[in-house]
């Protein structure tokens, strides 16, 4: 079955610092696409980015970056130079066909000043 | 503006009283969907509708109803809803099932049952 593990629970950080957020996914599908999502404590979701499973190219979007590796079923999100607006919850999330998005437990970040 | 929306915001209620949740798009997509999304466990689908009188189950459908009479609309229903059912809501929204585009996600709906 599908499946998308974010094993970190909590990151905190301090502004201006790197941070790397990790997201591991299995499917068995041969055609899939990957997301990340943001949820501020607005509590609304905001579509970051989407990948899809024939796209391994590394994504760069001002401070934000994106990893995907197919080898190792990963698509890893890297936040630069880090800024308390960029405190939230991440989601990484998985599409099935069918429009079904299979999410990940998120990943809480707490940039402090 | 195209949008999802939702309503209420906020909800809280008790044991057992019928409510409703209104999901309403504006952007003429065929697809929609409820998610549920509690602590540590991401987002869950509840159902999902492919078209207008089609509806399935997602992920975790037990205790609640939904129903698609045109193609706007998407309500979800608690018919004898249950603390357990707390948790904050999301109805989403995209063109078509498939690969197509990504889903288009209402503001949320904070339920609190006591």
Redesign the interface.
Known sequence: AQK?T?AQ?EISVVEKEDVTLDCVYETRDT???L?WYKQPPS???V?LI?R?SFDEQNEISGRYSWNFQKSTSSFNFTITASQVVDSAVY?C?L?E?????V????TILRVKS | EAQVTQNPRYLITVTGKKLTVTCSQNMNHE?M?W?RQDP??????IY?S?NVEVTDK?DVPEGYKVSRKEKRNFPLILESPSPNQTS?Y?C?S?P????NS??H?G??T?LTVT
């Open positions: 998308v974010q629970t055609t899939y696409y997301f509590g609304e979701l579509f989407r899809n989601f999330a599409l066909y069918g429009n079904k998005l999410f990940g437990a998120g | 697809y969907s998610y540590g466990l991401g987002l869950r689908q999902y492919m997602g904050l999301f989403a995209t078509q099932g498939g690969y990504p889903l996600f503001n949320g904070r």
